[in-house]
């Protein structure tokens, strides 16, 4: 397997990076004044005075690989449609159609119970292939709960201020709800959502999972105005509904014997329910519906992330992820495609203590491609009890830095 290949499969679960969520800075870690547009690389030992800022400029936010979302509104804005908006993000793919339906995991709802609102037209899923109306007038909520005897499907009573959970019956496992065309709104520790579809609760690695059954669109609809702004271009939006849809078919087809085809947060891409559907992105999903990308009769592989900085990178064995100048990236609303940071000399001697006080920062090497050589992939700390080299992925995530991608400015007193 080559670095490259071994880099991917460490990336895979980043690909629904979100488009524009960004670091708060923290204390130490605050943004600072812009250097000049044209700093050169600083391949030498930058020396580090004691109580220091060391000072990085970087471009971009995410793993870089396939599509930059700043940059997909970045080429719409200059009159791409969204087909060609795919090409030049995923060059050689072809398109091709899918339907079905998903399962998606939904990660808030943390309980050991399945619990929802009582709604007209809600039904009871019992696990063996039956549906049964649910009465109105008995209870504002319903569960579904494993118990001693096995899973049962209960009421929730209130009397004199008490809430208790009154047995109904017995369901299989499997069981869950549906509202028919209507969304059932699920009750969670952080609050209501309505979901289209099914909700199902099914074993899971604690003990219990929520799982959100329903078609391919619907789900998409859920998903892309999550990743993208509604406010944004809608060739862009169109761009971004084909390569969620083709993500979720592709995860869908990996699976295996997973009770879920997909998770609802940015380890996988973001969903949330009904309650992140707009009419811009709607409208997307229909401008496209079914479309996929394809390579070789199979779902690519259509990664994504907020900006690449004006340079994809691409990805060993994979034809289509290529290493490629952006030229859509650098888009007036992007804050992403050229960032500054600075960070204190504590905050590093306290993550690698071994360097002691430290007294230097050096650039070790760069994958090369773009700005100041490309991205990093691994810096050397000195200091005054010995040296330490730090993968950059390492230090990225330690540091909640946006990109491998940035140079050694310098280091300044703090005062």
Known sequence: ???????????????????????????????????PARERDRTDLVPVPQRAWVVLRGHGWGHGHGMSQYGA???????????????????????????????????????????????????????????????????????????????????????????RWRKDRLVGAGAGFTAGGAPVVLVTPSGEVG????????????GRDTV????????????????????????????????ARTYA???????GGRTYDVCDTTACQVY?????ETAAGSAAVSATAGTILTWQGAPALTMYSSSNGGRALGVDDIPYLVDQRDPYDDWAPNPNHTWMRRIADDTLEARWPAVGELTGIRVLSREGGGEWGGRVLGVRLVGTAGSVTVPAAELKAALGLKERWFTLVGARRRW
């Open 249 to 255: 078919v592709r995860s869908r087809a990996g699976a």
């Open 73 to 163: 509104g970045g080429a719409a804005a200059a009159g791409l449609t969204w087909q060609q908006i795919l090409d030049f993000y995923y060059p050689g793919t072809d398109t091709g159609s899918s339907g079905g339906e998903m399962r998606v995991l939904v990660t808030a709802d943390t309980t050991p119970d399945l619990v929802v609102r009582h709604q007209p037209g809600l039904m009871l899923l019992d696990g063996a292939g039956g549906a049964a109306a649910l009465p109105a007038g008995v209870t504002d909520q319903w569960r579904i709960t494993p118990t001693a005897t096995g899973t049962v499907l209960q009421r929730r009573t209130t009397k004199g201020g008490v809430v």
């Open 195 to 206: 979901y289209r579809g099914r909700l199902v609760s099914v074993p899971g690695s604690d």
């Open 212 to 243: 959100n059954v329903l078609g391919l669109e619907d789900y998409v609809r859920g998903v892309v105005t999550r990743e993208m702004p509604a406010s944004w271009p809608a060739q862009a939006i169109a761009a971004q509904a084909v390569a």
């Open 272 to 276: 949330g329910g009904a309650a992140g």
């Open 1 to 35: 397997m080559t670095r490259s290949s071994r880099l991917l499969v460490a990336i895979l679960l980043l690909v629904g990076a979100p488009w524009p969520a960004q670091a708060v800075p923290r204390g130490d870690e605050a943004v600072v004044e812009q250097v």
